[in-house]
């Protein structure tokens, strides 16, 4: 009966760690989703004097579905707003959109803007994702502010991402990618399996 019960324990283990909460899958804010705030890369519309998009790339640190997004971004002139998307990856640019933002109301100094994910989609912890800024209209100048941990590497388009350059050796921009772990990682059923196996082997041994 005690056997039982450790087997209904461990089990019942096995099932919370797969129905685990939110967690980071990426992030290169320092402590407290702090950043270079005074340091950002262009974003700016193709009525601007200096058109541009940016892209970085990430690995979800566990497979998951998306839930938000965080950025450090900033709008000094013309229409408020960016598009961002969360894309696949092709052959080390972005690729097929896996969902789309829009980005609105982004006046005053450099801020974290939060994003929340309508679709979804499924990121696996063995692919590589971009995060893709665009500008919201061709009056829109503004940046997106770079990491303050020293991480390095962008993509850059000028021409709203119908090609890509890179990657560039600069500071890579600062944000951050929130979801829900859809399974729990290969390390995690070994060490909450071994003891069930174990408690059942030494029952069979008894029997």
Excluded: C
């Excluded at 640190?61 to 998307?85: I, K, Q």
């Amino acid at each position: 009966m005690k056997v039982n019960r450790w087997v209904f324990a461990v089990i019942g283990a096995m099932i919370f760690a797969g129905a685990a909460g939110a967690a980071t899958l990426f992030t290169d804010f320092g402590p407290g989703q702090t950043y270079n705030t005074s340091t950002s890369w262009t974003i700016a519309g193709s009525g601007t004097a200096f058109h541009q998009s940016i892209a970085s790339s990430f690995t979800p640190s566990v497979t998951a579905t998306l839930d938000s997004l965080d950025l450090g971004v900033n709008v000094f002139a013309g229409t408020t707003s960016f598009t961002v998307e969360i894309t696949a990856d092709s052959s080390g640019a972005p690729g097929a959109v896996l969902e789309s933002f829009s980005l609105t109301g982004i006046t005053g100094s450099a801020t974290v803007r939060s994003l929340t994910s309508v679709l979804h989609p499924s990121l696996s912890s063995l692919s590589t994702y971009w995060i893709a800024v665009f500008p919201g209209g061709t009056t829109t100048a503004g940046g997106w502010n770079w990491n303050s941990v020293g991480r390095t590497g962008f993509d850059s388009s000028t021409n709203d991402g119908s090609t890509w350059s890179g990657p560039f050796t600069g500071a890579s921009p600062a944000f951050d990618v929130i979801g829900t772990p859809t399974v729990p990682e290969p390390t995690t059923w070994v060490l909450l399996a071994a003891p069930l196996a174990a408690m059942l082997w030494f029952r069979r041994r008894r029997a």
